[in-house]
C-alpha cells in the first residue's frame, strides 16, 4: 500500500501533473475550480500518496462557507493512471477526513459520483436545493458528509468563498500559509 503524508512544497508540481492528467484543462471552466480561485488550500489537508519516493496520488481541500457557516470543500483527488482501483484514493480520504475532523472542521462537501465517494461516507446533500452552489451543478453530484454529527444538516444556503487570499491560481495550492 501507497505511503500517506501531507503534502510537501517541493511536491507541488508533481501533485499538478496528476490532477491536469486526470481532469485535464476543461476543469478549469467548472464551478468548484471557481470556488477555488483566489484562494488558498487548507495546507494541513493537502496529502500525497507515494509508492517507493513516487507520488502517484493527491487531494486538496478548500476552505468555503455554506450560508453563514464554515465547511470545506473535497478536491481534487486523483491518482496516476497505473495505480487507480488500489485502494489510494480511498487511503487519502479516509486519512483527511480524520484529520480534518481532529482539526474541529464540522463539514465537508464535494461535487462527484455517490458510488465512488460513497465509500468513505458522503452522500447526497438532502433535501434537493437546501444547500445550493453558483454556476451549473448537478444537485445529484453534490455530496457531503458531516464530521461532527448533524453538522451538515444543519447548514442551509450556497456555498461561496470563505475568503480571498493574495492572488492564487484555482488549482495553486500555496502550502506555506
Known sequence: MAEIRRERPEDAAAAEAIVAAAFGPGRFAKTAYRLREGV???GELSYVALEGARIVGTVRYWPIMI???PALMLGPI???ADRQGKGIALALMQTT???????GHRAVVLVGDEPY???AGFKR???YGRI???GPVDFARLLGLSLVEGALEAMKGEV???RLDEPVAASGCALGR
Not at 97 to 103: F, G, I, S, T, V
Request: aromatic residues 4%; hydrophobic residues 50%; positive net charge.
Open 40 to 42: 488558498a488550500c487548507v
Open 67 to 69: 450560508g453563514a457557516e
Open 78 to 80: 486523483a491518482i496516476v
Open 97 to 103: 477526513l480524520a484529520e480534518a475532523k481532529r482539526l
Open 117 to 119: 465517494y460513497g465509500r
Open 125 to 127: 446533500i438532502q433535501p
Open 132 to 134: 445550493t452552489m453558483p
Open 160 to 162: 461561496a468563498k470563505a
